[in-house]
């Protein structure tokens, strides 16, 4: 019996999406980039996409998830990830964002506290570490990292 990380894989890399589902098996947590087109079955997942894909920025919405019952989570990064890119990230963000809410001299302190702790240097590494932080969290559940291949669109699992 595959596991429900083990489908993912399958179903995405062979674009396999007909197979029916009542009830979501997993939670994929991964970037909002709108390159990453993941091809599943309907009612397979629950999604959660946040910049980074870091789950420490989103613990609330994965625990909600979790008391639905699921037992399963796949952190899906991504190549070419604008959150690997500190310097870019920090001058779009500061050129273009705009909040009645946010007056220009508090962008950067904004900034450090909410855009900062997503960004990282290493893919590898930093799935890595989220795994073992959501691993720490939730001890019982079967957790995989995995990377998503902008240019050839295949789902990788990090070992
Ligand atoms: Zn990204």
């Known amino acids: 019996m595959p596991t429900a990380t083990e489908k993912l894989l ?16 997993i939670l994929i ?17 629950f999604t959660i996409r946040i910049a980074g894909a870091n789950p420490k920025s989103v613990m609330p919405n994965i625990a909600f998830i979790i008391s639905r019952g699921i037992k399963s989570i796949a952190l899906i990064g991504h190549t070419d990830c604008a959150m690997s890119d500190e310097a870019k990230i920090k001058e779009t963000f500061f050129q273009g964002y705009h ?35 959501l691993k720490s969290k939730f001890p019982e559940l079967n957790i995989q990292a995995m990377i998503y ?3 050839t669109h295949v789902l990788n699992l990090v070992k």
């Open 10 to 25: 399958e179903y995405h890399n062979k674009s396999l999406t007909t197979e029916h589902y009542d009830d979501a098996e």
């Open 29 to 45: 947590i991964t970037c909002l980039d709108n390159r990453i087109d993941l091809h599943i079955p309907k009612k397979f997942a």
């Open 99 to 133: 909040s009645i809410d946010l007056p220009g001299e508090k962008v950067e302190e904004y900034f450090k506290l909410n855009i900062l702790p997503s960004i990282f240097t290493d893919l590898n590494e930093n799935l890595k570490e989220n795994k073992k932080y």
């Open 149 to 151: 291949d902008i240019e």
